[in-house]
Structure formats: C-alpha cells, structure tokens
C-alpha cells in the first residue's frame, strides 16, 4: 500500500494499528538482515503507541483522525528525536539521548505517523551512499549487490523492500532524489526554507522529507510538514492552495527544458539517458513543449558551497580521531577557513543563485533531467572510493557521478523530484529528475502527478 492507502485502510477500520505495526516488525525481521536498512529499534515502544491508537480509532470518528494515524515511519539517524539515541551513522558519537526534536519529527507525531526505529546513513551525511564504518552497507532490495544510494539510503531501502509505506529522510546535495533513483521511489527536495528546521543546515541547502511510493502521497505529507514557521529566520512564501489538491487540477501545455548533458564535463550513461528519453516522450504525449538546455555551474560556486558544507561538522560533538578518513579531512579543511572566507563563499553563493535563476521561466518553466550519471553502483564501492580519496581533499569521482545533476539545486534552493520512470534490462530503477522554479513545488507536483498516470510506476516492486 502507498501512506495514503494505508491511512485510509486505518481510518476505515478496515485493519488496526496494532495490525500494521505488527507486519511492519515482521517484515523488518524478513528482509532487514539483508538489506540492513534499519539500525535502531524501538520495537516496544512501537507497539505500545499502535495498541493504544487501536483504541483511539474504535472510539474516534474517522473524520476527526489525524490523517496519517497509525501509519508507521522510521526516522533517519541524522534527526534528532526526543527520548532517542542518535549516531550520526559514526563510531565517533557515543548515541547520546536527544533532549528535543526537530520541527519535522513533531509535524509527523501531529500527523498521526507511529516512529519506529532509525535508518541507516552515511557519517554525519556528506556522501552518496548508506555505507559507513559503523552499521556496514545498506543494499538495494531491487538487488542487493548494489546501493540504495544515499544519504538517505537506509531510508529507502526501507520503503522499497516494504517495510515501511513511507520513510523519513532529508537532502543536502541529492539526499532524497538520488536513493528514491536508486530504489524505484518518489523523492522530492523542496525549496529553501519550506519545511522548517530548528536551524537553516550548509545555509538552508539541507532541507527535511520523505520517500514514498507515489506522488498524493509525498504532496499530502508536505502539507504536514512545512511551515512557514515564525521562529525560522527565513521562509519560502505560502503556497497559493494545499499541495495535494494540486494534483487534481487542470495541466496546461507547459515548457520543459531537456538536459542529458552533465556539469562538469561528466559522462552519462546510456542507462540515465534512455530514462530521460522516455520521459521526455512521455511528456510529448501529454502535449507539454520539449526543447533542449544545458547546465553549469562555474567551479568557485561548487567550491563555495562544499566549504558551506565542510563547516556544517562544526554542529556536531565527536570523537575526530574515531571518524572516518573523509571526515577527517573536511574537519580540517573546515579547520583552515577563516571567518571571513566563510561569509565570502556564503555570499557567492548568494549571489550565484542570483544569477543562476534570472533566466528561469524564460525558455522553459520545469526542467527535466537525469538524476544521476549513473546507474547504483555496487554496495560498499563508494565508501572505499571516497576514504581513498580523503587525502585529496575533494570528493569521490564517484560521489561527483551520482550528485551532478542534484545538488546545484540545493545550492540554489530549487525544489526538485526523482521520479522512477525507467528500469533497465537488468530490473534496476533509473529515475528522472523535474526541478521546478523557486518556491514553485505546486506546478512541479501537478507535473509529476500527470507523469506517474501515464508512466504506471507504482505497479512495480522488488522481488525479496
């Protein structure tokens, strides 16, 4: 079932909570020792919630439910969440106790979801996998050889191999849209400033989400969880209706821009390109207006922003000599940033975004690209590639292939989703990435709705 199903099948008293926790743990059970996806649990306090909600839901008319009562969600081990452990995916981090919760945890306890346990991700987040020194790999229940992606990697695996109808998990360079490519997901980053945060992380390019089955299903969660919230230095605009009514609404020709060339120079593979092929015919069809564009993004931007995010560590209280070879070294690149460097590549980037937007709605209104240059590659090879390369001070080529299509946006604070729209001969998901203007998820929604019904994807499912 997607969450909205789910929700309803509750709501409907068609089956408990209790009912549903009880096959979420057990699918853990089945399928977890594989995939290592979750690696906290609070089975206990898990049932106790969903057997309580049991007797919520006899006595409550349904209307007067929260939306997604009884619906379980697992929380990435990034977030914090009051009353839980917290690792950061690190051996450096004892798994101290969280004193408070982040905005976004509170939104789905008012929502009515069930937390259950924690999701795997890569060390403090800063890569493109689920991998890391202290939980191991996590794997891709489409095939277990390869990655699920990352960071949020845990998160989908989670969803995809059917533990969870909806997972947790955040995007600070393609976090949400690369494991939702990977995994045959729905994964959407919104714009800057939309779902609000206890503090702006690597300058509000980080932002909070879900990976889910379907679109309704992410758009009604997103008007769960964003703001705007007045305690927030800054706040994207308020939607003009709902986002889930979005979907229902009428859909115009609208101008789509095609890019199959990657920044950087970097090859595509045949695998991504074919996927955007098929969703830019499939666009066609729908009567939208095709034509091509191209990507750059100069190397002092990409600079700028990933000393943003090499003094994010500054956030975090841990062990050095205990983290892993890459982090050492952004902890001492970060180290070696003076104040006012710092302000300077915030500026930059300020400004590049500036610059970069200008033309947006000029000669196209939603971009269309691959999400990564890459297929998922196989399990644990990012992570080696990216402790080798600690030394240079730069990032993974590999982490460059999976990220180049994704994480400008960030920078920019566009929303952008990952569609799965294509699978190869081999049976892997392939997705596609939309990204719309600034502040403009209802049209890109609208979009990505209009696609899901011609594409069919949610008929498709890993075999574990």
């Known amino acids: 079932m997607t969450a909205l199903e789910l929700a309803a099948a509750i709501r409907d008293r068609a089956i408990s909570p209790s009912e549903v926790m009880e096959a979420t743990l057990d699918r853990i059970d089945a399928v977890n020792p594989t995939l290592n996806a979750v690696i906290w649990r609070n089975d206990a306090e898990a049932l106790q919630h969903a057997e309580t909600a049991d ?73 493109t996998v689920a991998e890391n020194l202290r939980y191991g790999l996590s794997r891709n229940p489409w095939n277990p050889q390869l990655t699920p992606g990352g960071s949020s990697g845990g998160a989908a695996a989670a969803a995809a191999g059917g533990m969870f109808a909806v997972a947790h998990g955040n995007d600070g360079g393609g976090s949400l849209r690369i494991p939702a490519s990977c995994c045959g997901l729905v994964g959407l980053k919104v714009s800057r400033g939309r779902v609000p945060s206890l503090q702006m992380n690597w300058e509000g390019g980080s932002v909070e989400g879900v990976l889910t089955r379907d679109v309704a299903s992410t758009a009604a969660i997103l008007d769960l969880i964003s703001g705007p919230d007045m305690a927030q230095w800054y706040n994207a605009p308020k939607p003009e209706r709902p986002f889930f009514s979005e979907l229902g609404l009428p859909l115009g020709p609208i101008r789509i821009g095609v890019v199959d060339a ?24 729908l009567g939208h207006h095709l034509r091509p564009a191209s990507l750059s993004i100069p190397d002092e931007v990409l600079a700028a922003f990933l000393q943003v995010v090499n003094s994010g560590l500054a956030d975090y209280d841990f062990d050095l000599e205990q983290t892993e070879p890459h982090i ?95 699978v190869t001969e081999g049976g892997v998901p392939i997705g596609v990435q939309l990204v719309g203007a600034p502040f403009g998820e209802a049209l890109l929604l609208r979009l990505a709705a209009q696609l899901e019904q011609a594409s069919g994807w949610t008929d498709h499912f890993p075999h574990l």
């Not at 969703?279 to 066609?284: F, I």
């Not at 001070?393 to 799965?420: C, D, H, K, R, Y």
């Open 328 to 422: 050492r070294a952004s902890v001492q690149a970060a180290r070696e940033l003076d104040s006012l460097s710092y302000v300077r590549a915030v500026h930059q980037l300020q400004r590049a975004t500036r610059t970069f937007i200008a033309s947006w709605g000029d000669e196209y209104d939603i971009l269309l690209t691959p999400t990564m240059t890459i297929p998922p590659p196989i399990a644990g090879t990012v992570l080696e590639a990216t402790h080798q390369s600690a030394s240079t001070g730069a990032p993974a080529l590999e982490v460059f292939q999976m990220a180049a299509f994704t994480a400008m946006f960030n920078m920019f604070g566009q929303p952008a989703i990952s569609l799965p729209i294509h």
């Open 55 to 127: 007797q919520t839901v006899v006595h409550t008319p349904p209307e007067e439910l929260p939306p997604f009562f009884g619906v379980p969600i697992p929380i990435k081990d990034l977030t914090e969440v009051e009353g839980w452990p917290i690792t950061y995916g690190s051996r450096a981090v004892s798994g101290k106790v969280s004193i408070e919760s982040e905005p976004v945890v509170e939104a789905f306890q008012q929502a009515g979801f069930i937390l259950t346990g924690r999701t795997n991700t890569p060390e403090f987040g800063p890569i």
């Open 262 to 285: 990657a920044p950087f120079g970097l090859p595509v593979a045949e695998e991504c390109r074919e996927a955007t092929r098929a969703a830019a015919s499939l666009l066609e069809r």
